[in-house]
């Protein structure tokens, strides 16, 4: 296994103009938009979700359980996505997922333009927008890196990564902006147009992602092969273990933004569309630094100084009572949030052969979807404690458990 990744390694030294001649590439870039369209309509829909379930209910656990239903599908449905995409053609599994996206927003847009909408509408958008994320990281990211080749991988998941990060700020803006003028009808509207623009992107595509040889094993042993590589190798077990503390432990403050924004820093909805795309804005910027100098000796490194200084950033922004204070800290934690995106999917790239790497990056998703665990976690500590109190907790809970995989995996170091 070590060979492989020495030959996967060396390649990745080049200088930052071939990494942006990537832009050049016509599928490269399609697939790279089609992920930023469907990135805007994923982080507009959970700020205008989580602002119009607070209204209704005025609970954070609400809040907290409409994330939950988002992020379900990922550990429910990420290692058999991963596996599909080895044995289908990827191209059309990522296109019939964004034209039932675009339907499922188009109906929900109608239902609240009528007044007729319910939580539980709600709750089903939010769990067909899941799997439909399920699909983009397995899918869309796998085509990414066979456009992209080895030598510009870290280029093409730096650019992706940004992508997605400027993402986190316009979704959250517009989410808000939308919501105060129009309502939670608007937002469903502009998630119909977006979701629609990216699945003619990708139907627009030339790569050929046609499978050549039938396989011969089962799904089910395909899966169980996959969990056998995992734990062959240290880093990637590393790289798995840590995805799972900051979806645990990290992430689910972003779901609890509303309740901070309202609660104690008494923001309007635009406001708080401000504050939840601070993190979005350090980290597109920090992405793009990785993607343009970041070289494959210090990826492992990147990786696992980022996810720190995401956690200590949560901590802080939970303890803060100014609107400038939380914005500064959460530009910071975007920073850190970069380096731990960008490298999460690089290293799995990086370490894992071309025959596994669908299953892997399934069993990844999965450890992402770990995340509505943290969030159910997040939004009971938050009935009892109060949502400040709950954030902090998780951040140093998750500050222990990385200072715990540091010394169990000194690999990742």
């Known amino acids: 296994m070590q060979s492989d990744h020495a030959t996967q390694s060396k390649p990745l030294q080049v ?32 700020l205008a979700v989580g602002v119009f379930t607070y209204e209704v209910t005025n609970s954070p656990l609400a809040v907290a359980f409409m994330v939950f239903l988002r992020l379900l599908p990922l550990i429910l449905m990420g290692t058999v996505i991963g596996a599909l995409a080895e ?16 339907v499922v927003c188009a109906v ?42 080895v030598t510009r991988l870290g280029a093409a998941m730096g650019l992706d990564s940004a992508t997605n990060n400027a993402t986190r700020m316009a979704g959250p803006l517009i989410g808000g902006l939308v919501y105060q003028a129009i309502g939670l009808e608007g937002t469903y509207l502009v ?16 790569i050929d992602t046609s499978i050549p040889k039938a396989r011969v094993s089962s799904l089910l042993e395909d899966i169980v092969e996959g969990f056998r590589y995992i734990r062959s190798n240290r880093v990637v077990t590393s790289v798995l273990v840590i ?17 901070i924004g309202k609660d104690v ?20 910027f920090g992405a793009l630094i990785v993607a343009v100098f970041a070289q494959s000796e210090y990826f492992r490194r990147i ?58 990056l399934g069993v990844l998703t999965v450890c992402i979807g770990t995340m509505p665990i943290g969030m159910l976690a997040v939004g009971y500590l938050a009935n009892w404690l109060g949502t400040a109190h709950a954030i ?20 990742i170091r």
Not at 29 to 37: E, H, N
Not at 271 to 283: E, K, Q
């Open 87 to 102: 044995r289908f053609n990827r191209r059309r599994m990522l296109l019939g997922g964004l034209i039932f996206l675009s």
């Open 303 to 360: 990786f696992l100084v980022g996810s720190t200084v995401v956690l200590l950033a949560v901590l802080v922004f939970s303890l803060s009572p100014m609107f400038g204070l939380s914005i500064s800290v959460l530009l910071i934690g975007g920073l850190g949030l970069a380096g731990f995106g960008t490298m999460q999917t690089t290293l799995i790239f990086v370490e894992v052969p071309a025959a596994v790497r669908g299953r892997v």
């Open 243 to 259: 995805t799972v503390i900051m979806n645990l432990f990290a992430f689910p403050y972003l779901g609890m933004v509303p309740v």
């Open 265 to 284: 820093l008494g923001l309007s909805p635009s406001l708080i569309g401000v504050l939840a795309a601070a993190d979005g804005c350090g980290a597109f």
């Open 392 to 411: 902090s907790l998780m951040s140093v809970c998750g500050l222990v458990a990385i200072s715990v995989v540091m010394l169990r995996w000194r690999e």
């Open 15 to 46: 200088g930052w103009r071939e990494r942006l001649s990537l832009l050049r590439v016509a599928d490269f870039r399609k697939i790279w938009l089609a992920g930023g369209l469907y990135g805007t309509v994923r982080w507009l829909d959970m």
């Open 191 to 206: 998630g119909f147009l977006l979701a629609g623009l990216a699945a003619l992107l990708i139907a627009r595509l030339t």
């Open 108 to 149: 929900l847009a109608l239902l609240a333009f009528s007044g007729r909408i319910t939580l539980w509408h709600v709750g089903l958008g939010a769990l067909v927008n899941g799997t439909l994320f399920s699909a983009d990281f397995s899918v869309r990211r796998m085509l990414l890196g066979e456009v992209a080749g």
